[in-house]
Every structure is written in C-alpha cells, then in structure tokens.
C-alpha cells in the first residue's frame, strides 16, 4: 500500500504568515529522498529552498509556480508507501485546518496558521495535458485551459484572460507566445501602433501585485514613519584623510584580497561613535514602558536587490576590525543580491547604513528601519573645491544625513553623534583615540 503524505507550507523561522511558490524543483513522478530541495519560495524577506520532509514519488503538485498562499497550505503530495503505484488521483483534498488561536513558529511541514487557506479543488480531466501544463475548467461547463504555471503568471501580469485565447501548443497548451502576442497590440498595415501603446509598443500601464519585498517594505516604513517621530540633520565633511587611508591599505598586505571602500570606514566609525553617544544605539519598548540601550551594534546596511531593498545586518559589527567588517559588507551584499539572505539577518539590527552616493545622490532623509534609532545616509563622495588651510583646493567631500528617533534622541545627542562620525572620515587616526 502507498501513502500519500502532504508537505504544508512551513514558518522558515521569521513569523512568515505567507510566501510565493517562485520555482518547483521537481515534477510529478519524480522520486524524492529526505531534505532533496523540492521548491523555492519567496517570502517578504528572501528566497527560500524547501527540503523535502518525505521519501517517495512526487504524486501531485498542488499549488502553481508564481501562486502566494499562506503557511500551513499543502503544496505538494508525496507517495511514501510502495514507490511505484500508480492511479488517477491519489491526493485527498486538503482538508481545512482548524482555527488556532495563536500562530506559533515550528520548524519544517506543518506551519500553523490563523486563517484557513482558499485553494482551487483538484480537476481531472479525460483529455491529457502536457507534463506539468494545470488545468482549469470553468464554471458553466466552459472549455479547459492548458496553461503551464510560469505561463499563467506571465498572464496574470500582463493582465490577459486566458480563456479568449487560441492555443498554439502541443495539445491544445497555450504557450508564452500565445499570451505575450495577446498582450501587445496589433499594427495596421503601415506598422503604425494603436496610440493605447507606452514605451517601445508596450502596454500603457502594467499591474503588479504588491507581495513578498515590496509588501514588507511598504508596512515597515508607514509603520516607522507614523510611529517614531523622525528627525535629520546633515553634515558636508571632508573626507580626504578617509580616501587616503583607503589608498594606502589596499597596498598592505592584509587588505589585498579584500574590497576595501568608504562605507567601511564609515560602518567602524558609527560604531565607535555609539559607544560615545549610546542613546542612538536605543529602542523604544512601549509595551513596556523602557527604553532599551543595546550596548552592542547589529548594523543594518540597506541593500537593493532586484527583488526590492532589503536591510540585512551583521551581528556585533562592534567587535569587529576594519578588515573584518568590510568582508562581512561585502558577504552581506552578494547574498542580498542572490536573495538568499537568511532570516536571522533580517531582525535584530540596532542602527543601519543607506549608501546612496553610489547612485551619484548627495543625501537624502532615510526613513527608520522599524525598531531602530538612527540611520545614516551616507552621500557620494566627489573631489570638489573645498578650504583647506586657508586654501581652495580639491577635496574629497561628502555629505552625511542622520535620521533618528526623537523620543530616543534628543538634538544634542544626535548632533554630537554626528559630529563624532564626521571627525573619524576627517581623521581616522581619531579612531585610535575613541576606540
């Protein structure tokens, strides 16, 4: 006899409440081994590979390539008993969950959650689809459509309705073509495009759903903004004696397999500057009516991603040397751009680091990572005309902007934290003195 065990959509360990199914690494009939990785998913932090709880064959799989369902779904079924049996449909609908009073993290197969999960009942079909094409009968006994699941999301993005179009695909299988010729408009016969056409003959406008990043990013600031009441101040530094020093340790031989660059520096100077002025370095616990001075610094450094910005933070980067802390930059960079961020970097952090010079921007007025009592914008840094000893002379100069927490963070205290900054990227040897 063969089992049919179902794989629930799991909490990876972050509070996750939903993800998005980016990518299957198995079909149907495949046989499985225990923690093979079966799918990728995308929560609102990052992209995360799914091991398999089970060993068997893959028997169904139950819910489609770019679909968001919330933890505790089942998303594919494995037959766990005799490896080989076949059948039409062994996979039971899943069953609805009972309600739970309150959502507790558990490791791997059976998350729990608040709400009960909708999902389209199974269909089976006398006509054959493709391998992997998902199958949907309408209401009213409507034609099936064959669509593979990267195929229906192209759809859903470009807003055309599947059930208008004519199949090109073997079987009757609508393809990407079928729907990216649905989506762009038709020309007349002196190729001239309908005038409801945007850029370069595309679509005018184009709807995308708001999920994963930019749904977590989006709550996080509204809620930042409208909670802790933000003020900036800024600062135009001269920061020559930091490019200097940069030029002169990418020559020694400690730093020569390591990217060294400005916002190194500046990620060690915020840390010595808090254990000076550690009101900046404080969260606001109103549940319990404290302020929590944190005498340690996880430093959040923004990142952009192409799955959107993404705030990761190296744990204790306090303790760590110059070298270290721009190996765990640059680590803690390449792995936000591969999305493949570990939970654990996302909480925690204590203050943060948004490096828009690299974009050619001076400043600008960060908004606060929630939690957190400062962030600090750190502009780009150009040769410029700048007095320098009663002379006007070319000169590295950037511009820093500190927000913070005005309930935390009183003028004074921001100030002379930024003031602290700016003198170390003036002189680093003031590091010595302070750290």
């Not at 770019?66 to 037959?79: F, S, Y």
């Not at 450094?301 to 705030?311: D, K, N, S």
Request: net charge negative.
């Amino acid at each position: 006899m063969s089992d049919i065990s179902q794989f629930k959509l799991p909490d990876v360990g972050e509070g996750l409440t939903e993800a998005e199914i980016v990518s299957w690494k198995v079909k149907v009939g495949d046989t499985i081994r225990v923690n093979d990785v079966i799918v990728e998913i995308e929560t609102a932090k990052s992209l995360v590979e799914l091991p398999s709880p089970y060993a068997g064959v893959v028997d169904g799989l139950l819910v489609d390539e770019g679909t968001t369902v919330p933890v505790g779904t089942p998303i594919i079924a494995v037959r766990t008993g005799e490896i080989g049996r076949t059948g039409e449909d062994l996979v039971p609908p899943p069953a609805e969950p009972e309600e739970e009073e309150e959502r507790q993290a558990v490791l791997v197969g059976y998350g729990p959650r608040t709400t009960a999960a909708k999902r389209r009942p199974r269909k089976t079909s006398a006509t054959e689809a493709p391998p992997n094409a998902a199958v949907d009968q309408h209401e009213g006994g409507g034609a099936q459509v064959l669509a593979k699941p990267p195929v229906r999301k192209l759809a859903k993005d470009l807003g055309v309705d599947l059930t208008v179009l004519t199949p090109s695909g073997a079987g009757g299988t609508i393809t990407r073509e079928d729907v990216q010729s649905a989506a762009t408009p038709a020309a007349d016969d002196h190729g001239r495009i309908a005038a409801d056409t945007g850029w370069e003959g595309q679509a005018r406008e184009e709807r995308v759903p708001i999920r994963s990043v930019r749904k977590a990013t989006a709550e996080a600031v509204s809620r930042s903004a409208f909670t802790a009441p933000h003020v900036t101040e800024f600062v135009t530094i001269d920061a020559t004696g930091t490019m200097r020093l940069i030029e002169r340790l990418r020559e020694s031989r400690e730093f020569r397999e390591v990217r060294l660059s400005p916002l190194a520096v500046l990620a060690r100077a915020m840390c010595i500057a808090a254990r000076r002025t550690p009101e900046v370095n404080a969260r606001w616990d109103d549940a319990a009516g404290e302020i929590v001075v944190q005498r340690y610094v996880n430093l959040g450094i923004a990142a952009a991603t192409p799955r959107g910005l993404v705030v990761p933070n190296i744990k204790d980067a306090d303790r760590l040397a110059l070298r270290d802390l721009a190996v765990a930059i640059n680590q803690l960079a390449a792995t936000a751009r591969e999305g493949k961020t570990p939970p654990s970097d996302m909480i925690g952090g204590t203050m943060s680091i948004t490096n828009v010079g690299v974009f050619g921007i001076d400043t600008g007025t960060p908004i606060l990572p929630p939690g957190e009592a400062a962030i600090m914008a750190f502009g780009a840094v150009r040769q410029q005309p700048w007095v320098h000893k009663g002379k006007v002379k070319p000169r590295w100069v950037t511009t820093l902007a500190l927000s913070f927490d005005h309930r935390l963070v009183d003028g004074e205290q921001g100030s002379r934290f930024l003031a602290d900054v700016a003198t170390i990227l003036g002189n680093p040897s003031q590091a010595l003195v302070w750290g």
